[in-house]
């Protein structure tokens, strides 16, 4: 295969291609696709055993391997994930909030993509081959949004939705980034980019944090359009008010950091990525 020739600061690169993996390597995704990347799914979980049955339904069957982040619930959490995939990993939270929780679960992953998503059926495990497709074929960082043709919120109020709008367009004022949406907990990214997000917040702000973090750090985002679900079941530990102003410290609080280095360029093709 011929290499890459890319021109970074006036000097040329060159990066070597890699033979394509052996076929028994590829695991089929769709009747067009197979990959050979490991996928890895993050369900963080407080008190979700009337929910799980219905998101591990939507789950693909070709994903590797789901991590479960149990917030210490006191309901039969642990025990219905266990009875739906007896080969999940369990993690059981030492802190509290969110953002702690996926933190746990990344750490705990062995995939070589690692997809987040919701435990209580809000977000449709049948969209992750969109996340998935997206990153074999060239993203770094791969968010899903509610404001994308084709995405929706059965779930957003009236007061989530302004309070949404106005911090993704302060975000893109600050960062000059193109976000469209930015406070929703459907993302997927390469594994090897866990540094570059490290991931320290608590709550439910996390999302906003790995979103400006993946930009600042020159990781190439793709947004894909999500729908996103009301909860089937029990209440929601989100309050607007109070995860709204945690949002606004996390985008001022990563405003004043110091930028980090851009990375060099790569040319990355799809079958370097382990597509086909």
Known sequence: MSPDTTKHNGHAHVTPLRPPPPLERFTPVTPHIAITPTVSVVVPALNEAENLPHVFATLP???NEVVLVDGNSVDETVAVAR?????IR???QQGK????????????????????????GSTDGREIVRFVGALVTGADFVKGSRNLNGGGSDDLTHGRHLGNKALTRLVNLLY???FSDLCYGYNAFWARHLDALAVDCDGFEVETLMNIRAHRAGLRVVEVPSHERVRLHGTSNLKVT??????????????????????????????DQGAA
């Open 242 to 271: 109070r995860d709204g102003i945690r949002v606004l410290r996390t985008i001022l609080r990563e405003w004043r950091r110091r930028p980090l280095p851009a990375p060099e360029p790569t040319t990355t093709r799809a079958a």
């Open 97 to 120: 909030g969110k953002g702690d929780a996926l933190a746990a679960g990344f750490a705990a992953c062995t995939g070589d993509i690692i997809v987040m998503i919701d435990a209580d």
């Open 90 to 92: 369990i993690v059981t």
């Open 83 to 87: 009875r739906l995939r007896p080969n």
């Open 176 to 178: 000059r980034a193109r």
């Open 61 to 63: 069957n070709w994903i």
